[in-house]
Every structure is written in structure tokens, then in C-alpha cells.
């Protein structure tokens, strides 16, 4: 049993919908199938959610997608936001397609958190994202950038851009962005399936470049940072206060909520969901599901995780096996997985 009375950190898929088609999108954008999109949670719903879990206690709820700031009803959801006493609220988004007064209404909100997805620089980003808007992505990161207390680059390192990633750090740090996370590809959604992982030699190798960078650059300088749990046996990594690090520290103290309602502990390992949030309250799934918490804890130990999580690619490749679905949105695109 966890002992928390709320889950610390909560990450909200606010849509499956985006407006780009990344090769390595983690939820499968343009793949949704209808009867998924037409269960997803309403604007409402939304809102009660986030309410709820400000009223538990619950430090953080994070919104993404998909591309969060494209649904339909999103400008309204955010009016929520003033009305949460506790929680921080975070927006993980590809800043490709805003315009200054979008991103105005964003920080008009209150919303002083924001995570936005950079892959490479403007080659490989559009080779990644299939999209033209590198420069937009840039302008709009140094906008929010300075006018947000907390601001990040977040970049999914795969096969396509391991090459690159600290080019893409050398021009965040001329532009005078100030923080950035490297977080390793992984094998559900298209990341998998379009056999981007990295071998166990390449993630250890840039693994090892990012602690050289660490020991050259200051963090008040330049704060990088390998988004890697459980990536080196015995090594707890970065300091358990980060938040977002946190729940693979104490992993039975946060939660994912799906587009659909689906609450899981994880979305890479969860065998089955926690509850819905259409068939009961969040706190009442919070608090009935403390013994699968715990049975899931004690069934995956720091090992199986290392194995789960960094699924590597072998160093030979074998382009004929099938793909591997772990997550709970490949397994009910994929596998007919049952949908609330």
C-alpha cells in the first residue's frame, strides 16, 4: 500500500488527435480507430477529473496527447485551471501550429509549466515529424520560454536522430533555452513498430555523452538530463524530488488517465487498468486500487522494469518480427483491447 492519500503526479491524455504524424508518436495519431474517438472523455469530464484530483492533494496533473491544445473544447478546459488550489498544471505540447495570441490565452490561464517536443534540429525534425514547422517551434519555445517559471525541450532519441541530439542541444542553448530531457524512444506505438530503438550499446553510449556534458556544463548553465528509469541496475539517477522522476522511484504514488477514462499506473506495464473514470470517482479508484498497486509493485522488480521499459533493439535486427504491444492503447488498437 502506497500510504498517499492522492496520486503525487497525474498525466491526462487530453486527445489522441494531433496535428502531425510523428514516426515514433507513442499514441498512434491518425491510427485511432472511430469507436475509440468517439469514447473519449468529454470537456466536461475533463474538467471534473482535474477537479477532483486537486481536491485529493495531487501535486502535479500533466496534459497530453496527442496534441492537447487541438482538441476541441480545449481553451475551455483550461478556465479550469484558476480553480485549482494545490495542483500545478503542466502542458507537454509541439508548439507547431500556435499563434502569440494562442500562446497568450495558454499563459493567460495560469498554466506557468509547459514541456514542449523537439526531435532534432530542422532536418531531422522534419524528417521526424513530417512537418515544416521547425522555426515555428523554435520561436514559440523561446516565447514561452520566457515567460513560464518552468519551461523544458523534451527529445525522444531513436535511430533517426541519435546522431544529432546534442546539435539539437547546441542550438536550444544559442536560442537561450535552458533545459532539455533526452527520453529514450520505446517500443509501443510507432516507436516499435517502425524498429527506432536503440541498441543496448547506443543508449549506454549516449548515456555516457550526457555525463560527460553533465561534468562539462553547469547545471545553472545548461540543465540536461537523460530521461532514463531504471536504465543503469542499482543507480538511482536524478534526485526523487523531481517530480517527474518520482513515480519510478515510489512507483505505486501516480497514475495515467487515457483519453477514454482508463486509469493505469503505468502505461507501458499496467496489465489491466485501475478503473474508469466514467464508472466511478477518481478518488474511489485511487483508493480501491491500493492492493493492485501493491501486487503490481512487488510483481515487477528494478530488473523487469529495466527490461520493459528499455526494450533495447537487438544489434542485429530482425525486420520480420512482429511488434510487441504493451501499452494499453496498442493492445485496443491492435488487439481489440475492451474500450470504456
Sequence with gaps: MSGFSAPVRASVDVTYACDLRCIHCRTNTGEIPVHIRKRMLTIDQLKEVM????????????????????????????????????????????????????????????????????????????????????????????????????????????????????????????????????????????????????????????????????????TAEFDLNLNAPYLVPGRAGRPIDDVVMFPYHVRDSSIAISATGDVTMSRLYSSKPLGNVKDQPIGKIWREAQQQLAAEVEEYSEEELRRIFWDFAAAEADETAPPQFTALLDRQIFEGYEVR
Excluded at 507537454?92 to 517536443?117: E, F, K, P, W, Y
Excluded at 524498429?195 to 549506454?204: I, N
Design 51 to 218: 477537479l477532483e484530483l486537486d481536491s485529493m492533494g495531487t501535486f502535479e496533473i500533466t496534459l497530453t496527447g496527442g496534441e492537447p491544445t487541438i482538441r476541441k473544447g480545449f481553451w475551455n478546459l483550461i478556465d479550469v485551471v484558476p480553480e485549482l488550489n494545490l495542483s500545478t498544471v503542466t502542458l507537454i505540447t509541439n508548439a507547431a501550429n500556435h499563434s502569440t495570441a494562442q500562446l497568450d490565452r495558454i499563459l493567460d490561464s495560469g498554466i506557468d509549466s509547459i514541456r514542449v517536443s523537439i526531435d532534432g534540429t530542422r532536418e531531422k525534425f522534419e524528417k521526424i515529424r513530417l512537418a515544416d514547422s521547425y522555426d515555428q517551434v523554435i520561436t514559440n519555445s523561446v516565447y514561452l520560454n520566457e515567460r513560464v517559471s518552468s519551461f523544458k525541450v523534451l527529445t525522444t532519441v531513436m535511430k533517426t536522430n541519435l546522431e544529432n541530439v546534442f546539435d539539437l542541444t547546441d542550438a536550444l542553448r544559442t536560442a537561450g533555452i535552458r533545459r532539455q530531457d533526452y527520453i529514450l524512444v520505446r517500443a509501443h506505438g510507432r516507436g516499435g513498430r517502425n524498429r527506432l530503438l536503440l541498441t543496448e550499446a547506443e543508449t549506454m553510449s549516449l548515456h555516457a555523452a550526457v555525463e560527460k556534458f553533465q561534468r562539462r556544463v553547469p
